[in-house]
């Protein structure tokens, strides 16, 4: 193989690598849902921006271009001016709801095991809500445009104590329950009476 070809092929390649990772980075920070203030209404609503147009545009120019995908308001809406892509392009991590949840669940406690929240995984462990009325709510189940008033109403619930009271909830005749009591270091201990 002539050694030209060689240098085409290498470059090729090169470009194409570099593009592939322009676009996984662009569509990486692009996606996920995002929670803004609507400059129509001054109501909290949720967004998604549209991920894969924005990182394909990081390929052939260097400004960020954002776009809207989907917003709690459309479709009555969806012809709106989306000038609350100004929040996002202003605090791209900071209107992320994840980010925003992770924020408030940060130093809190858990309300039935009362360890504090440190690192949360989002893929396989999510933590969940205990409402006033004592309902567990995940938070597949919170609207994002409901999220301020869901986190001033509700405390925090960590993943093993959801699995645990809603395996209680649904199973009430398969629970046997044992008082306990925590010592001076924090450890459980079974009331011996």
């Given at each position: 193989?002539?050694?030209?070809?060689q240098?085409?092929?290498i470059?090729?390649a090169i470009?194409?690598?570099?593009?592939?990772?322009v676009?996984a980075?662009?569509?990486?920070r692009r996606?996920?849902t995002?929670v803004?203030?609507?400059?129509?209404?001054?109501?909290?609503e949720?967004?998604?921006?549209?991920a894969f147009?924005g990182?394909?545009?990081?390929?052939?120019r260097p400004?960020?271009?954002?776009r809207?995908?989907?917003?709690?308001?459309?479709p009555?809406?969806?012809?709106?001016?989306?000038a609350?892509?100004?929040?996002?392009?202003?605090?791209?991590d900071?209107c992320?709801l994840?980010?925003?949840l992770e924020?408030?669940?940060?130093?809190k406690?858990c309300?039935?095991?009362?360890?504090?929240f440190?690192f949360?995984?989002?893929h396989d462990?999510?933590?969940?809500?205990?409402?006033?009325?004592?309902?567990?709510v995940e938070w597949?189940?919170v609207?994002?445009e409901?999220?301020y008033?869901?986190?001033?109403t509700?405390a925090?619930?960590?993943?093993n104590?959801?699995?645990?009271?809603?395996?209680?909830?649904e199973?009430?005749d398969?629970?046997?329950?044992?008082?306990?009591?925590r010592d001076?270091?924090?450890?459980?201990?079974r009331?011996?009476?």
């Open positions: 193989m002539p050694l030209l070809l240098l085409t092929l470059i090729a470009l194409i690598v570099a593009a592939v990772l676009l980075d662009g569509w990486l996606s996920g995002r803004i203030t609507c400059p129509d209404t001054g109501e909290t949720g967004v998604e921006i549209d147009r990182a394909v545009a990081d390929v052939f400004v960020p271009h954002l809207l995908k989907d917003c709690s308001r459309w009555e809406k969806q012809d709106c001016d989306q609350c892509i100004h929040q996002i392009e202003q605090a791209p900071g992320r994840q980010t925003l924020r408030w669940y940060e130093g406690a309300f039935w095991c009362e360890k504090t440190a949360i995984h989002w462990h999510r933590p969940a809500l205990r409402s006033p009325e004592g309902k567990l597949s189940d609207e994002p409901d999220v008033s869901t986190l001033d509700h925090p619930v960590c993943f104590c959801f699995i645990a009271e809603s395996f209680r909830h199973h009430p398969m629970v046997v329950n044992r008082n306990w009591d001076a270091g924090g450890e459980y201990h009331h011996t009476h």
